[in-house]
Structures are given as C-alpha cells and as structure tokens.
T-cell receptor
Framework: GAGVSQSPSNKVTEKGKDVELRCDPI?????LYWYRQRLGQGLEFLIY????????KSGLPSDRFSAERTGESVSTLTIQRTQQEDSAVYLC????????????FGSGTRLTVV | GEDVEQSLFLSVREGDSSVINCTYT??????LYWYKQEPGAGLQLLTY?????DMKQDQRLTVLLNKKDKHLSLRIADTQTGDSAIYFC????????????FGSGTRLLVRP
C-alpha cells in the first residue's frame, strides 16, 4: 500500500483480556518495527523484524507480549492478559533499510485497558 | 544507559523562529533525527543529521549538532501555525542502528 496501515485505530478492552494489533507495512519494506508510546512520553522500542532473520525482541516488556510476522508482510502484536499499564499508543513502522532515516510510521493503535 | 532529554513545551508567535533543544547520551550514534507528530497521526521524519556534520539546513529547518556537549537543536524559521505539533529527537541505540531511542517530545504551540 501507499503507507503503513494499522488496525484497529482504537481499542478498548477489559483488564485480563487478550488483544491483537495488526500492522500492514509498505510493500517491499523488509524491516518492520513496533514501538509503544505512553501518554506524554517518547516511543519505546518493542520489537524488530528483518526479512527472515530472527527478530530482535529485546524491547518486549514482559512475556505477555509477543509478535509475529510472516515473511515481509503483515505483523501482529499480541498482548495477553492485558493490564492497565499496557494502555498506550502502539506504533508500527516499516523501512527498506536498517536505519532511522528509512522509517515510515503508521498512525498507531490507541489501546485503553479498563 | 541511553537517554534523550527534551524540554516539554515551547510557545512562539507566528513568524518568529522556534528552537527546540535535545541532549543525548550515545556518542556512537551515526545519525540523529528529528520527527514531527501531529495530533492523531504517526511520526513523520522531518530531518536527520550525520554525526560528522555540525549543521544541516533544509528550507526553513536548521539542525545544529554539538558532539562535544551531545546537544542537538532544531530551528524552524518563520514558524507557522501548521508547525504546531510534538517534535521528537532520536538517537540510534548503542547496539544497533535500526533501534531508535526517542526523547519525550517537545510540544510546540504557535500563536497567531
């Protein structure tokens, strides 16, 4: 597509439920990133995928968080047993290169855990 | 550890210059970045500077880099109301160029 597409744009969920967030990268972009933005804060790196290489999961905050990507296409970020501190905007970016100047961000999914 | 610091808020009058400041910790960062976030939108790359440069100009934007003090600034000339947004400074992670470390963002308000 023309840009990075994320869905849903907004998600309200009850504490303890699982949620799945989706990211459709720009076609041809081999690198895909997930970041989390808490209210009033900068972005925190969560996970990085590059082609068929093993992902860099070093930013995932707990084992309740996981992400998958099939080849160079769609990625899903799953949060199990959501907690209130998971409330944030989850941003996805894709890039044709392994450098910040190549990033294109999606508009994000705003997750609210009540 | 890695840390990027920015002031939280800046208010300027339309037509004035805006200067947004940032300090970072990783002296090995090859590139340093400025991103802009408008309400309800993702981040948009505004400009970036290679670490062996001390200045980069791009139309109304001027980036200044002081490597000795690990200080980065973004100057916007002739600031317009459309420039109102949150501006994020970012450095590369120590162990990887692909992982960015962001500041908390500076909210720029442009008054008519």
């Amino acid at each position: 597509g023309a840009g990075v597409s994320q869905s849903p744009s907004n998600k309200v969920t009850e504490k303890g439920k699982d949620v799945e967030l989706r990211c459709d990268p720009i076609s041809g972009h081999t690198a895909l990133y997930w970041y989390r933005q808490r209210l009033g804060q900068g972005l925190e790196f969560l996970i990085y995928f590059q082609g068929n290489s093993a992902p860099d999961k070093s930013g995932l905050p707990s084992d309740r968080f996981s992400a998958e990507r099939t080849g160079e296409s769609v990625s899903t970020l799953t949060i199990q047993r959501t907690q209130q501190e998971d409330s944030a905007v989850y941003l996805c970016a894709s890039s044709p290169v392994d450098a910040g100047y190549g990033y294109t961000f999606g508009s994000g999914t705003r997750l609210t855990v009540v | 550890g890695e840390d990027v610091e920015q002031s939280l808020f800046l208010s300027v009058r339309e037509g004035d210059s805006s200067v947004i400041n940032c300090t970072y910790t990783d002296s090995s960062s090859t590139y340093l970045y400025w991103y802009k976030q408008e309400p309800g939108a993702g981040l948009q790359l505004l400009t970036y500077i290679f670490s062996n440069m001390d200045m980069k100009q791009d139309q109304r934007l001027t980036v200044l880099l002081n490597k000795k003090d690990k200080h980065l600034s973004l100057r916007i000339a002739d600031t317009q109301t459309g420039d109102s947004a949150i501006y994020f400074c970012a450095e590369e992670g120590m162990d990887s160029s692909y992982k960015l470390i962001f500041g908390s963002g500076t909210r720029l308000l442009v008054r008519p």
